[in-house]
């Protein structure tokens, strides 16, 4: 989003250090850099990051999809870290995930307890980290979509990755950075599976609209 909200979107180099007008940014799913290394590990290091630090210091909204959540955790802007799937394998579903916080600028149109029907396309989603962070991540509400049944029920059975907890997006302390492995622009139209992936996309929407009408 770009002027006029929700009007104009444009595309960010890597190779670029500075970054226009935004109202908010995201890094979206794929493979930087073909992650020869690991996930992100090699993305973090392009010269655009250093913006996309600086306007999260700011409080600009940043959303991190599958490769974006795995950039903003070796960036240091998300804590942890996402590793290969405890199955080894690469698995492209459509997960349900549970909301457990909607008062965030990336929820906000969502019920929490509800749960989201979104695909994930990934073989290194698998959230971990220690257990002061997990246990921090948990009190302070970071923890926002856990993977979960229709019903909402999280149970070892519907982790499709490993994820501790069956984490699937956390977002920081402030509140304005969040990562998720499943891909909500990939769940915006019912005739392709469905459209749920607009909530958070509409919860951005409105948070920043919220925020400027102040």
């Known amino acids: 989003m770009n002027g006029v909200l929700g009007q104009v979107a444009e595309y960010i180099w890597h190779g670029d250090e500075a970054l226009g007008q935004y109202d908010a940014i995201i890094i979206p799913g794929g493979f930087s850099y073909g992650d ?21 210091d700011k409080g600009g909204p940043v959303l991190g999809i599958c490769n974006g959540f795995q950039v903003l955790c070796e960036s240091g802007l998300l804590p942890g870290a996402l590793m ?3 199955h080894l394998e690469f698995r492209c579903i459509w997960t349900e995930l549970k909301v457990e916080n909607n ?45 979960a049944d229709s019903a909402g029920n999280v149970t070892p059975d519907t982790n499709p990755n490993g994820s501790i907890n069956n ?18 622009e990939k769940a915006c139209e ?25």
Do not use: C, W
């Open 36 to 56: 020869f290394l690991r996930s992100g590990a090699i993305a973090r290091f392009s010269p655009v990051m250093e913006a996309v630090q600086q306007f999260a």
């Open 84 to 86: 290969r799937n405890n």
């Open 103 to 147: 008062s965030t600028m990336f929820t906000s149109k969502a019920t929490t307890g509800a749960t989201l029907h979104i695909p994930m396309s990934h073989g290194e989603g698998n959230y971990q980290a220690d257990n002061a962070t997990i246990d921090r991540l948990e009190e302070n509400g970071q923890v926002v979509l856990r993977y």
């Open 167 to 184: 984490i699937a997006a956390i977002v920081n302390e402030r509140g304005n950075v969040m990562g998720m492995m499943p891909h909500p």
């Open 190 to 214: 019912k005739l392709i599976g469905g459209d749920d992936g607009n909530v958070i996309f509409s919860s951005m929407i409105e948070s920043f609209a919220a925020s400027i009408a102040k």
